[in-house]
């Protein structure tokens, strides 16, 4: 749905520079493809994304959050209404006693791994290497190394439709493999919510200890996983209970498929790469011909991680 004159004009009175209309999706993901996006509006603080929030749902325009656009693929028509990128502002990490930490939905999760290690928290190390915001991987319970954020997630800060801000216990959320929603009783829809904040609980340890344990761990990420190509980290979800995903696509042949510029890599049979002039097309026709490869072989039908937005 087209955003009206009148409607664009509220938001440039607002935001002035920090929105952008008609804004190529492509420079804000990963996977560098994706057409444009009606409106782009960046917040750089809580009051600036309550307001947005209660905007968008006053004016009826649908609305998508971006962190770092990692794990993310837009479709080549664009994303219809407003994004709001919150990964320019909303980055503040902060120490609150002992051992919790809080970091706004914005900041980058390498960076509170960091923060963690340098003040001798230990917990996050399993994030390390992860790329995007905390707000995305808190959202999809990212993982890595037998560990997500449900193991040190305490609780989270939300903006519901209305605008207003609540508190959620980490005992009101369900968490599964690359999923997070309210626990049943709680009636509710996580993803009619905006998570603005994570707290998380860890554990003291030395912080000499930490880093090499952390750099031990990039070393091994360097080493399994393609660098050098736009991608959005590992695309598909691994089957429960079965062999990698990635060692699915390996064993059905997947290494090397490819169409126009987008790849499976070499490297990691679970990483498309876009080799330079992917495009959104070439990665969901390659995506649809890896699945049918491995449906064919293992019967197994693979689920994309990676969310796919627009038209």
Known sequence: MAIQSELKKQLKNRFFDRVRFDEPMAPHTSFRVGGPADAYVTATDENEMTYLI????????PFFIIGGGTNLLVKDQGIRGVVISMADGLVKISQHGATVLSAMAGASLSALCRFAINHGLSGLNFALGIPGTVGGAIRMNAGAWKGDMSDVLDSIRIILPDGSIESVDKTGLTFSYRSLSFAAENRRDLSSCVIIEGRFLLSHQRPEFLKAKADSLLNARKKSQPTGFASAGCFF???????????????????????????????????????????????LRLMNIV???????FNIMLEPEVKIVGD
């Open 54 to 61: 209660k905007w968008v749902k006053e004016n009826n325009l």
């Open 237 to 283: 979800k691994n089957p429960d209970n079965r062999e990698s995903a990635g060692k699915l696509i390996d064993l059905a042949g997947g290494k090397n498929l490819r169409v126009g510029d987008a790849e499976v890599s070499t490297k990691h049979a679970n990483f498309i790469v876009n080799r330079g002039r992917a495009t959104a097309e070439d990665i």
């Open 291 to 297: 699945q049918e490869a491995v449906f064919k072989k």
